[in-house]
């Protein structure tokens, strides 16, 4: 009995040991961090780069009273981390936000994320369908303006030996009529950790 | 009836558990020795099996020894199945970051676990070139398999281990050592011991203390190095991957001290500024022979106790054995290869980098044991246990011989140009005729040669 009640306490004690699974924030930068990229640095980087677009002149449609908007294509973001990570985290918040401001369309035919708009014109033999509900060729909006980027890491020794972490989002916007960079961006998200090995 | 307890005395229970542990030691080899049979012989199925056998990977994908993960990644990449490649190693990396934060309380605790047998019964603590060469197999893989999205992650994770590589080296190894001294229990005899350990294994196996190499300089892999400039000047996302490609090649150009690098310095600057296209460039990268192995050998040194002389003891220890390749002069069309890293030269650097720890380790057992000896041999009335704990002490003698075998010895390019549907690669009077596809703009060739007597494995990548 005396064992028993030893390899319950000691049980006890280790299951206490254990964090406990709980919701957390996603957007808080405080608690639960890690030197890699969380949703949290995601969103800053998204709300931040976004609202510079938001605020740039030269990103205004001279025909917005019109209802006229600027088209953006994505061309795609290129993670240069040590992260395995997906940089459509960066570039969906940033999509959300721009449409809807209500100043911008964003075009997915030409991205690969939606190849829908291509495939569905090639069903003008179909029998099965009217024909008269086909999209016609002719229709497709081509892009204004073209976004792309590079998500960058850089780690660098500290005094005290800890590993200093940079992440560099950096983004362009280019004018596809001019080939003009009409607005770039970059935000650093800076993180120290005392990690003596690899930071992923 | 009431049972009889039979009581052991303590030194007998030690002695029994440190034989038994000492057994490690012993199947460790004899592991090491069924892998290196079927790989030096490019038995791969028969290595991928013992590989699979020691790794000990689980449902979850986790590995219970990692220096046997690394090998069996490695030789999954040799066989073609570039996927499980990096899922093995995906698995070992994990087990490599594991060790590298490992704490010091940790640490400590492991070690003193295993004083009173060998180095043998602790976890495998990956080399820097182990970890740098994983991220770089990973990111071979990836760029084979055409997701060069991970493959450039994997080749700034292996660059990010080269940068904590030299952080490592850079520190002061003499005052580590020193430090080391400082913080010994019994200082002088220690100090004692080593000095009279260093100065037997001069007499007997001076190469151990005295590498025949310089490590190359900043501690780089070249190979590494030049696979990242590679990729990145045939797979450029702007115009700083151009950059990043000529620091690289003129890195690489630096620590080898071979111009011939300087050619794709050049080529990045054309193709940076459209002097020329990639019409036909080919890159033949030959990963040939077998790197060094690690062997035990034996030494008495005279062991202090408290300041004083006590008796000689016989210690094993671990020294590197190159292995014999066979290898000829490769070429195309008459192009000779350059050599691009010295796999060997970068193994022997950081193993004797590191033997003064392997030393301090074994002073500290011969010591433990020696004391432990000695205090039995005093109770012991019939000799039995003074016996058995002798025993426990000859099992218990054993060298740490664990290492990833199925590295090269070294690496080596070919620059050549696509004539027409074949690259026609020489290695000495072997000739190979690979098919390109000529839509491609460039290619690189990947040849993996275990040695001269074996057949190479050839694969392709066509650069669109």
Redesign the interface.
Known sequence: MKRFFTVVIAAAILAGCQTPTQYIDPSDRNTAQTPGLTYADFQVAANQLTGEILASPLMVHPNTAGGERYVIHIEGV???????IDTDQLVKGMRVQLLNSGRFFITTAFDGSDNATREMRNLDNDPMVDQSTVQPDGTVIAPDFSL?G?IL?R?S?LDN?DTRVEYYFQLTLTDLRTGLAYWEGERVIGKVTG?????? | MAKKIIKLPWFTVVASSAVLVACVGAVQQSKQANFDGAWRTAQLPLAQSFAQQYAEIDRNGSTGDLVWALQLGITERALGNLTTSNQVLDSA?RQ??F???ESAIARAGELAGSMLVNDAALDYEPYYYD?VMLNTYKAWNFWQLGDL??A??EL??AE??Q??AV?YFEQDIVAQREAAFDGAEDQSSLTSSYQGAVKQIRRQQGDVLNSEYRAYEGYVNPFTTYSMGLFRMLNP??S?DYSSARQAFDRVASVTQNEAFLEDADLVDRLREGRESLNGHTWVILERGQSVIKREFRIGIPIYLYGAFNDYYTMALPYLRPRPSALSVASVNEQRAVEVADMNRIIETEFSSQYWRILVREITRATAKMLITREVARRDDDGLATFAAILAQAATTSADTRIVSSLPERFEVIRARREDDFIHLDLGTNSHKIKVDRSARAHVIYVREISGQTEPIISTINIQ
Request: glycine share 10%.
């Open positions: 290129t993670n240069d981390t040590m992260q395995r792309t590079k890491q780690n020794n030996d990690q003596r090995g690899a930071s992923w | 990396e490599v970051n060790e590298d934060n970890g999205q991970n450039r992650v700034n994770r990010e281990r940068r904590l952080r996302s702007g700083g």
